[in-house]
């Protein structure tokens, strides 16, 4: 059984080491790269083997219908009789390859709980497994994604890959860490430069990816202190 993921990168170069590690399972990594990219992303890209670059392009900053769009264009272009993992870059499933060939289902929902630095949690390390870093959040109904597809089908997510469309989707229980608020050291630039002050007119006009319009610093920070102390969502 081959395993492939479809992600949408821009300036990724601190989470994409993590990305990596955590889907070294997989067997190829289909990355649809913002050339208006203006940190390592493409080096990091160009370094790993399994990586398939695809070149995207905005007409206007980051558009999400356009980013969906392209997302299901790019689908389309993978051969058939492939699990596939539609995952951000902050998104990190925990699954062992062997758990798929139980399932035969078109499509698996996946949890994501948002995590967050508890109080008694260290700053993030490469060496370390995704898992056993950040172990305190919530999760959120919108973090249950359609992520897990087979290839070869007429389905077609919409904004953000929270919904699917032609093909029923099963929830069996698998888990996963939303890392985008995972510690303050990349999250505030990733969200506030990088995601905030990039927003299409479109995006701000139909209220796209709402949760980063207008984000400041101060917001960013505050919502992370605001989750020291958040439950314990994951055992190691």
């Not at 395993?3 to 955590?22: A, G, R, W």
Request: aromatic residues 12%; contains cysteine.
């Amino acid at each position: 059984m081959r395993i492939e993921t479809l992600t949408f990168v821009y300036n990724e170069e601190f989470l994409l080491p993590f990305y990596f590690k955590h889907y070294d399972f997989c067997d190829r990594f289909n990355i649809v790269y913002d050339t208006e990219s203006t940190d390592r992303t493409i080096e990091l890209l160009q370094e790993n083997p399994k990586v398939n670059i695809i070149p995207f392009t905005f007409p206007d900053m980051m558009d999400d219908k356009i980013k969906v769009n392209a997302i299901n264009k790019f689908y389309k272009q993978i051969p058939n009789n492939i699990k596939l993992l539609n995952v951000d870059v902050d998104e990190f499933i925990f699954l062992y390859p062997e758990m798929l060939k139980t399932f035969n289902v078109n499509c698996l929902l996946v949890s994501l709980y948002n995590v967050y630095r508890h109080v008694s949690e260290d700053g993030l390390d490469i060496n370390k497994t995704i898992r056993e870093q950040r172990r305190h959040g919530e999760l959120l109904s919108v973090y249950i994604k359609p992520i897990i597809v087979n290839t070869g089908l007429d389905l077609a997510w919409g904004v953000g890959n929270h919904s699917i469309s032609g093909v029923s989707s099963v929830d069996v229980g698998i888990t996963g860490a939303h890392w985008s608020n995972a510690d303050p050291c990349f999250c505030v630039d990733r969200r506030v430069k990088n995601r905030a002050l990039r927003q299409s007119k479109y995006n701000l006009e139909n209220g796209l990816t709402i949760q980063h319009h207008g984000v400041t610093v101060e917001d960013v920070l505050n919502e992370c202190i605001a989750h020291n102390n958040d439950p314990e969502v994951f055992n190691v």
